[in-house]
């Protein structure tokens, strides 16, 4: 099967600190830009920071900027989200997901190789 397989998810209080990560599946991922999104509850997905093949540009939603890092090691074929100052606003299923090029902003629309996500829950 090929896909990311994603992980780190958790519980933290607001303010706190999460790092997630994303390792791919059945394939290498050292050719693609890749992306975490985040799904809300009653919420549609959405784009919140993506990272092109060799790490060189990357791109963060207004939302989580000044927050969130990502980075990627691909002698692992794996990315990582870094994500300090949680907010409540923060709390959802997070997923990664692939596309080839460097896409207009991080959209969710063009991405495959999905996982089924980590769950952060940002609450006191």
């Known amino acids: 099967q090929v896909l990311f397989v994603e992980s780190g998810g958790g519980l933290v209080q607001p303010g706190g600190s999460l790092r997630l990560s994303c390792a791919a599946s059945?394939?290498?991922?050292?050719?693609?830009?890749i992306g975490w999104f985040r799904q809300a509850p009653g919420k549609e997905r959405e784009g919140i920071s993506c990272?092109?093949?060799?790490?060189?540009?990357?791109y963060f939603a207004d939302s989580v900027k000044g927050r969130f890092t990502i980075s990627r090691d691909n002698a692992k074929s794996t990315a990582y989200l870094a994500m300090n100052s949680l907010k409540p606003e923060d709390t959802g299923v997070y997923y990664c997901?692939?596309?080839?090029?460097?896409?207009?902003?991080?959209?969710?629309?063009?991405?495959?190789?999905w996982g089924i996500g980590t769950l952060v829950t940002v609450s006191s």
């Open positions: 990272i092109s093949n060799n790490g060189g540009a990357t």
């Open positions: 059945g394939f290498t991922s050292n050719d693609y830009t």
């Open positions: 997901a692939a596309t080839s090029g460097w896409p207009h902003g991080c959209p969710p629309v063009g991405m495959f190789y």
